[in-house]
T-cell receptor, first 111, second 111 residues
């Protein structure tokens, strides 16, 4: 199976930068995904990494190190609407295309 | 709007009853996934179908079953309901190896 760890909660200030870490242990790694989920709503896709390095997408960037089983999501110029849960998920080969999710990091953005 | 449609949005029923949740995937997506999300656990993968065939199975209880129909919509049947089955049930779809697109979910309350 897969083991995915993320911090449970984080707090940051509006306008600042925050980094949400995710570590995973799995065999047959085939991609890491980040999703954003507001309370009671559907998860929405943010980013995808399958190779080592940084993927940038506007205010959001995601980094992957396969050798370390480590990823982070970087959020810049934080806005109040970024307050949400951020879910790290991995995909493995031979598992269909299903994603296994971590329990999520609840981010609170304060003034 | 992800393009994935789930009905009903809310459902309240009693222990021992049976319910059916319905999902219509995005146009062109052949894969459908079902996830359960309860307060104390993250998104738990239940089952995946691809073009009508079961592709992957997660921690789905024997009381639960699913199928995907020729028009690609899917149904998740939950029977002999227990209090602990109260949760948000999400359906997601994908074209293949890409990201999953989630519906708004069906909130099930078992009293």
């Amino acid at each position: 199976g897969q083991n995915i760890d993320q911090p449970t909660e984080m707090t940051a200030t509006e306008g600042a930068i925050v980094q949400i870490n995710c570590t995973y242990q799995t065999s047959g790694f085939n991609g890491l995904f980040w999703y954003q989920q507001h309370a009671g709503e559907a998860p929405t896709f943010l980013s995808y990494n399958v190779l080592d390095g940084l993927e940038e997408k506007g205010r959001f960037s995601s980094f992957l190190s396969r050798s370390k089983g480590y990823s982070y999501l970087l959020l810049k110029e934080l806005q109040m609407k970024d307050s949400a849960s951020y879910l790290c998920a991995v995909r493995v080969t031979g598992g269909g295309n299903k994603l296994t999710f971590g329990t999520g990091t609840q981010l609170k953005v304060e003034l | 709007d992800s393009g994935v449609t789930q009905t009903p949005k809310h459902l309240i029923t009693a222990t021992g009853q049976r319910v059916t949740l319905r999902c219509s995937p995005r146009s062109g997506d052949l894969s459908v996934y079902w996830y359960q999300q309860s307060l104390d656990q993250g998104l738990q993968f239940l089952i995946q179908y691809y073009n009508g065939e079961e592709r992957a199975k997660g921690n789905i209880l024997e009381r639960f079953s699913a199928q995907q129909f020729p028009d690609l919509h899917s149904e998740l049947n939950l029977s002999s309901l227990e209090l602990g089955d109260s949760a948000l049930y999400f359906c997601a779809s994908s074209t293949g190896a890409g990201e999953l697109f989630f519906g708004e979910g069906s909130r099930l309350t078992v009293l």
